[in-house]
Structures are given as C-alpha cells and as structure tokens.
C-alpha cells in the first residue's frame, strides 16, 4: 500500500455511519485511521452526527465530511462558506477545521 501513489485513504461513509453501533465497523474505521497515520492521510465521508464525529475525534481522524458539517453546496459557493465566521451551532462545532 505505501507504494502505492496515493494521497489519501478515504473511509466508505457505510462504516462510519454505522460505526457508533456496529462494533466490527467501528473496529474497520479505528484500524483504517491507525494505518492511515503510519501511510499518509485519512478521510471519513458520512459523518451525519454528533456521535460519529466525537468518536471519529477520539479515533485521531484528521479529516471527515458529511451532511452533519455542511450539505452539498455549488462551486460559487464554497469560498464565501471558507471565509465565513464558523458558526456556533451543533452541526458546526467550534474549532471546526475546513479542509476543501
């Protein structure tokens, strides 16, 4: 895999999202990060709640996405939503780092 020309290794949101109560795909997404870190970086799609997002926290998951940040937006509208106050609301937290 570390020969392999990648620059990153993205989590199937199938796993993440049912990784809170499914404890074998908890275990898929924890390994996946811990390799992840040891070949380059990781992201993980689906994040759809508080929950997820917290364990993916616990997990040390540098990136994630999902509708729990932010839903689908057009092109024009990223970079106002980049420079915009991170609002202090539950499906944003703060400290929130955006990655596009």
């Known amino acids: 895999m570390r020969r392999l020309p990648l620059n ?15 404890a074998s795909d908890a275990v898929i997404v924890r390994s996946t990060i811990e390799l992840a870190h040891n070949t380059g970086l990781v992201v993980a799609e689906g994040v759809e709640d508080e929950a997820t997002l ?43 780092r955006r990655v596009v």
Not at 8 to 22: A, C, P, Q, T
């Open 54 to 96: 917290e364990r993916l926290r616990t997990h040390g998951c540098d990136i994630v996405q999902g509708f729990y940040l932010s839903r689908p937006m057009a092109a024009d509208q990223v970079q106002a939503w980049m420079d915009g106050p991170v609002p202090k609301r539950a499906h944003e937290p703060a400290g929130l």
């Open 8 to 22: 990153e290794l993205k989590i199937d949101k199938s796993f993440v999202m049912g990784m809170v109560r499914d």
